[in-house]
């Protein structure tokens, strides 16, 4: 793979700490440029007639939608599945693939998807009470913990898959979702000006 | 041993803690000590939504951008 390409290498500066975070910033970029223009190929083979504002605000919001899940998903990717957040991320969205699909399938009857629900939310309570069982059975030691950590749950709420999670793995997947994303904002911006000059 | 055993874990805590706080652009990084472990999570769940909003600000642009490009120009970048 020749790095020769200007373009590719504009996209690809930054600063080089580790060698860990380059690689995933390359992954993310090449994964994400992929998606992209497998997306602009398929609008390419489906032209939009749209006469109505409300529709293509419609078409709009679907475009925006699979652009932000295909970023997500490239960089779950690129983040690799030892880490707990990118595998629950990935396993998120493509349950909700899944979920829309089915939904496509079946437009005339929409009960099979109320069911749908409900089991999965069974399934999600039964996890939540195994949780707690066993926070419940090494939770002596919740008394010692410092003040701040009730804010938690905030916290688990944002960092995808953080609700199973014990404090120590919540702080140490946090910190590298925390630099997953920022890699994920960069990488967009520079895509987002390079394509903007162009 | 409980207690010996959470006193490790605290220390752990507070040293990822403190791995997170360096990653904050907003806590001045001059008062180290100062920052208490609240503070440092408070200031995380802002920054994670801000960067989230940052995200859905740039693919909304993207998109647009991606439907009024044209595709020679996509596809050099597919030289990768």
């Known amino acids: 793979m020749s790095m020769n390409n200007p373009k590719q290498r504009l996209l690809l500066s930054g600063n080089p700490r580790g060698g860990s975070s380059s690689c995933i910033k390359s992954r993310f970029t090449r994964g994400f440029l992929r998606a992209l223009i497998k997306m602009k190929k398929q609008n390419y083979n489906q032209p939009t007639s749209s006469s109505s504002s409300s529709s293509s605000r419609r078409e709009a919001f679907r475009r925006y939608r699979r652009v932000k899940i295909a970023a997500d998903k490239s960089m779950a990717v690129a983040a690799g599945s030892k880490r707990l957040w990118s595998r629950a991320m990935l396993s998120r969205i493509r349950h909700h693939q899944q979920q829309t699909w089915r939904y496509h399938r079946s437009t005339f009857n929409h009960q099979p998807i109320k069911v749908k629900r409900l089991v999965v939310e069974k399934k999600k309570k039964k996890k939540k009470k195994k949780k707690k069982k066993e926070e419940e059975r090494t939770g002596d030691h919740h008394h010692h913990r410092p003040r701040g950590l009730r804010d938690a749950g905030e916290l688990r709420k944002l960092v995808p898959g953080g609700e199973g999670m014990d404090i120590c793995s919540l702080l140490d997947e946090t910190a590298h979702y925390i630099k997953c994303l920022v890699t994920q904002v960069q990488v967009m911006k520079s895509i987002d000006q390079f394509y903007s000059i162009n | ?80």
């Open chain 2, 1 to 80: 041993m409980s207690s010996s055993g959470s006193k490790i874990t605290e220390d752990e805590i507070n040293h990822l803690i403190s791995k997170l706080q360096e990653l904050l652009p907003q806590l001045n990084r001059t008062r180290n000590g100062e920052v208490s472990a609240s503070k440092v999570l408070k200031e995380t769940c802002s920054y994670i939504k801000r960067l989230h909003s940052e995200v859905d600000g740039l693919s909304e642009r993207l998109s647009q951008l991606l439907n009024s490009m044209d595709i020679t120009s996509v596809d050099d970048i597919l030289k990768l």
